[in-house]
């Protein structure tokens, strides 16, 4: 089926009003999943399922190139108490095409996959392309795009679409939980005691709330340490024998994520254990030809405070898509129908840049 750019964009728009009309939670996609494959199969392009992932490498496929990854998900969210629309009814007022998913990351994923449709059947691109319409990204589950990486192609670079204004973030924060704990001795309240957790919790918190890291990025700034969450006793009458926290720590790319875990297990005045450490943060370099190209369609580049699947991702990657992040998992989530037109537009003109010349 051949289409130019304007159809392809309607085309684009309608999956995305169907995708919204689906509920995808994290681990429940397969119908999501359907609509994906039914786009590929309208299309004449071959492609394999994983579970709810569905992806797909261009016709011209050549193992002696490097390899591009377009990547979203289509996993959301559940939808907040706070909704006033229906989160599964698409439907455009003023422009705005309201619905769960629309703007994280639905405008994303229709947008690549279309880019993709429109250089699938190129020849002597610089680089192989390989779509990834990928499950669980909310949830960071085990079947997502880290759970499906063994099964892929080798990946060289990745645009891996998230609602950025179209901006380009070649930076994005990794993130480290730390459950803590702060120790004393129990006893019952009527009687002295100089070692109250919750006393010396106090102290805890000041060192936690006026920590710095060493290292500031360029792109991303400090570190940022927050402790989110504190919990201790059980009754009005009984000192506990500990005090509970949890903190939350967003990684710029001067540190990986066991290096923040080191550092904080030697010089924090309580007992830390991280719970997982492999959301480390993303770059990529600003002069990377990908990043010029952005550049030259007239991108401006910064780093991204919040996490994608560029976390699962070794190689550079670049995170850039329509819609606007502060309206993810927000109440009557939208997007603007121009951002999907302009951002399947970009993605376009940003890879003519890349693809169509020698880098």
Not at 81 to 100: C, Q, R, V, W
Not at 144 to 149: E, I
Not at 313 to 331: E, F, I, M, N, V
Request: hydrophobic letters at 40%.
């Amino acid at each position: 089926m051949k289409m130019d750019k304007k159809q392809l964009t309607e085309k684009a728009l309608d999956l995305l009003k169907q995708l919204i009309s689906i509920p995808s939670f994290s681990s429940e996609e397969d119908n999501t999943a359907d609509a994906i494959e039914a786009w590929f199969k309208a299309f004449d392009i071959p492609f394999k399922r994983e579970i709810n992932n569905v992806f797909a490498v261009n016709k011209h496929f050549d193992d002696s190139k490097p390899t591009l990854l377009l990547n979203s998900h289509h996993d959301t969210v559940e939808p907040n108490s706070a909704y006033t629309k229906d989160p599964f009814h698409p439907h455009i007022e003023d422009g705005k095409l309201y619905g769960l998913g629309s703007n994280d990351a639905g405008g994303a994923l229709v947008s690549l996959i279309a880019t993709f449709t429109h250089f699938y059947s190129k020849d002597n691109l610089s680089h192989n392309l390989l779509m990834v319409a990928s499950m669980e990204e909310e949830s960071s589950g085990d079947n997502s795009l880290r759970g499906l990486l063994p099964q892929l192609p080798k990946i060289d670079v990745a645009i891996v679409g998230e609602p950025t204004l179209m901006q380009l973030a070649i930076a994005e924060k990794g993130l480290v939980v730390f459950d803590a704990q702060v120790k004393g001795t129990p006893s019952h309240a009527a009687h002295p005691n100089e070692d109250n957790p919750i006393y010396k919790s106090i102290e805890v918190l000041e060192w936690f709330k006026n920590y710095k890291f060493k290292k500031v990025s360029e792109a991303l700034g400090e570190v940022k340490l927050t402790v989110t969450q504190i919990n201790a006793g059980v009754q009005h009458n009984a000192v506990p024998a500990q005090v509970n926290l949890v903190i939350d720590v967003r990684v710029n790319d001067k540190y990986t994520n066991a290096e923040i875990a080191e550092i904080l297990k030697k010089e924090a005045p309580c007992v830390l254990k991280e719970r997982s450490l492999r959301l480390n943060s993303s770059a990529i370099a600003k002069d990377h030809p990908l990043v010029r190209s952005g550049i030259a369609v007239g991108r401006e580049t910064y780093g991204s405070p919040t996490l994608s699947d560029q976390a699962a991702l070794t190689c550079q990657s670049l995170k850039l898509g329509p819609g606007d992040s502060t309206r993810s998992h927000s109440a009557d989530e939208f997007i603007y129908v121009q951002e999907v037109e302009e951002g399947i537009d970009l993605y376009i003109r940003i890879l003519e840049g890349f693809l169509m010349k020698k880098t």
